[in-house]
């Protein structure tokens, strides 16, 4: 699995809306440039929600070579790693949800329960009627076990991180193919987010369980 702790969007200068977690929020528009600060290193890309085919990011000053995104759905996206204080953004639609950049995570997993959908529930009033979830959908639903594989650093990432409050992760599952039937994931862990410390060097083991978000 493949994830962005640090999204480095969200202390840039981007639009609000390009940061908010609410997919709904959508920054209309075909480019833009995102100043990031001060020099970040990128090798992947979260895209949530877009009506583009093709996703171009430009990574430093002006005339960097570019690298085209073909979005399928919302997740993570690996590119070649570049380091840049400016990015450059080009869509061939008219919006996007939400944008991601930042060093992603490669962190072997295994799974806790079978992947799956969570079906809306029913809303009960004070008298006591059921009201049908109208105008609700299915959520995407998968709970991972990661052994010894969270390392210090991912640990500082995650507390440094505005997915610390409980934003949204952008996650790939390319190595995961045989048993994850999507590659591509935009998802809140709903688990409690406890470590279990291993006796053998700073490696912890923790639970996931994402839920897909829009």
């Not at 570019?66 to 061939?92: A, E, N």
């Amino acid at each position: 699995m493949r994830i962005l702790l640090l999204d480095h969007v969200q202390t840039s200068n981007a639009p609000d809306a390009l940061k908010s977690p609410a997919l709904a929020d959508k920054w209309t528009g075909t480019s833009l440039t995102i100043d990031l600060g001060e020099q970040k290193q990128v090798n992947a890309i979260g895209i949530g929600y877009t009506d583009a085919h093709n996703v171009i990011i430009e990574i430093g000053e002006s005339g960097a070579a570019s690298q085209t995104i073909k979005y399928t759905d919302s997740g993570l996206y690996t590119i070649d790693k570049r380091g840049g204080s400016v990015v450059k953004v080009t869509i061939d639609g008219t919006y996007i949800g939400r944008l991601g950049l930042g060093l992603a995570h490669d962190i072997p997993i295994s799974p806790r329960r079978e992947p799956g959908y969570i079906d809306p529930k029913p809303r009960e009033t004070v008298s006591g009627q059921l009201l049908p979830p109208a105008g609700e959908v299915s959520r995407r639903r998968i709970s991972v076990d990661v052994r010894y594989r969270i390392t210090a650093g991912m640990i500082a990432d995650l507390s440094a991180a505005s997915m610390g409050r409980s934003f949204p992760y952008f996650i790939l599952f390319d190595r995961e193919a045989n048993w994850v039937p999507w590659p591509r994931l935009y998802a809140r862990d709903k688990s409690k987010g406890a470590l279990q410390s291993s006796i053998n060097g700073m490696l912890f083991s923790r639970k996931f369980d994402f839920v897909e978000c829009f």
